[in-house]
């Protein structure tokens, strides 16, 4: 039989000289191209188009593929991602069905027992497969269910109290709902899940890339149940139903663990629960995963390099302002600095940093934690919000001994953020010495990358709007969304930031000590080389990373 390397070179994939490094290691071609694909030599979609070839099976790409959902409905989900297999059609009485592993025997006789066909094999990239199934196996049909067996039930499961919901088992039907909605969520990489109860039903909605999607309407009368179960996971007062409460919980999907933080809220028709789903693997971030352009980044990189000082990053809530910090903390920090954060709450855990959760209620306020950290010997201190005179005034001091502080602000742009410390009543000149950058963002969807499309803008629209390129060159081509089974049909996929970077220099420092307004500082600003966030924005656009439209729905 060729080997994989072997038709990896007749494909031009691999130089020959590869033959020689096979020759070599001792575990053979399979070990030699899982290197390859390691070292990014080649892509894990190259490699299983050659095993496909190698053993004379079809290759198939799942996400232009015409997928056949009466032959996906033959084999269980939990089948499917236990075996990385999914059914994709039918030919001559035969299921074929695609795999990551062509050679795995169990996988083959678990499909053929549960669908009870004869198997055509085809062999699938298995991130493709994964995200083939994720999309093919959606918990909807068993939500909706499930809401017809919870419906009729309803009876007995109202009055249970949180004894007796705590005691239910995971195939309780309104275990399975709750677990069925938070998994969902999390496989549709939704930010926030909504469960809102109306007068007439419970309505379900997600925030993917920034917009809400309704996923679900139940019948009001299992509203109590869901509500109870969700607040008996979250460890908080079931009993209480007239005032605001907050909670966590943790739960693992696909072999990682996620939290989410949970809030409830009294609304006229009952409790609205809002959990905002917190994915650890933010914190292992670089700074080339927030794009800011090579200008933005180089301003930036300049403040968070130094030894001392205060970073604000401001924005309204939801736009990234938090990733931004968390990435800048994992590029600063180090094991021979000492960091440490304060948070209210701590939305993600990181190994090595010291976080400290703001308790109001036992007396650590931001400003108490604030001045114990400050004898802690600190070098690095992430503030998780500026929201008082008292805070403000303890960070800029932290900041004017030695310390770098990286800290959040509610403003529309970065030069309000030096009028609202001031307005804080903080000294002028405090602030002026202490601030060395702000970074203003906002997030918009970006366009997905599989059905984007380039189209010529119209010339007079993009002078209004301010989108600039040089006189007697061509205009720039920009992208629009399509849409694709990748996207949902929606033409994005993910979100990317939006960014003002501006450096607080000398002039800037004497137009704070003399309470310039903030229009007066964005000026001066710009004339440094600031690139407002409209400015940054159309940058990305010409980049083919988001689109017109996009921009002007988040950018003033």
Known sequence: MTSLTDILIIRGLMPIESLDAVAQNPGGDEEHVRGLIEAGVVTEAQVA???AAQLGLPFVELVDYPVDRTAVALVPAGLCRRHAVLPIGMHEGRLIVAMADPGDVLALDDVRTA????????????GDLTAAIDRFHRADGELNDLTSTLEEESGSIEPMGSSAIEALDDDAPIVRFVNLLISQAIQDLA????????????????????????????????????????????????????????????????????????????????????????DN??????????????????????????????????????????????TTLNAVAR????????????????????????NPKAGLTFASALRSILRSDPDVVLL???????????AIEASLTGHLVLSTLHTNDAPSAVTRLIE?????????????????????????????????????????LGFLYHPGEQPPAVYRPVGCITCSNTGYRGRIAVHEVMTVTEDIERMAVARASSADIGRKAIEQGMLTLRQDGWAKVRLGLTSIEEILRVVA
């Not at 009001?220 to 079931?238: C, F, T, W, Y």
């Not at 060395?436 to 007079?460: F, G, T």
């Open 191 to 278: 930010s926030d899940i909504h469960i809102e109860p109306g007068e007439q039903d419970l309505r379900v909605r997600y925030r993917i890339d920034g917009v809400l999607h309704e996923v679900q309407r139940a019948p009001r009368n299992i509203q109590a149940g869901v509500i109870s179960r969700l607040k008996i996971m979250s460890d908080i007062n079931i009993a209480e139903r007239r005032r605001p409460q907050d909670g966590r919980m943790a739960i693992m999907h696909a072999g990682r663990q996620i939290d989410l933080r949970v809030a409830t809220l009294p609304t006229v028709y009952g409790e609205k629960v809002v959990m905002r789903i917190l």
């Open 49 to 51: 188009s050659a095993r």
């Open 115 to 126: 669908s009870r066909m004869p198997v055509l094999q085809a062999v699938a990239e298995r």
């Open 335 to 358: 094991p021979e600095i000492n960091v440490i954060t304060v948070e209210d709450p701590v939305e993600y855990r990181m190994a090595g940093i010291n976080q400290v959760q703001v």
């Open 281 to 326: 693997t933010n914190t292992g971030r670089s700074m080339s995963d927030l794009h800011l352009l090579e200008r933005n980044f180089e301003a930036y990189r300049r403040s968070y390099t130094k030894p001392y000082g205060m970073i604000l990053v401001t924005g309204p809530t939801g736009s990234g302002k938090s990733t931004t910090l968390y």
């Open 424 to 464: 804080m009543d903080i000294e002028p000149f405090l602030v002026g010495s202490a601030l060395d950058c702000v970074v203003a963002q906002r997030l918009a969807r970006r366009l997905c990358d599989r059905c984007k499309e380039p189209y010529q803008h119209p010339i007079d629209e993009l002078a209004r």
């Open 384 to 394: 998780g919000e500026i929201r008082d005179q008292e805070t403000a005034q303890i």
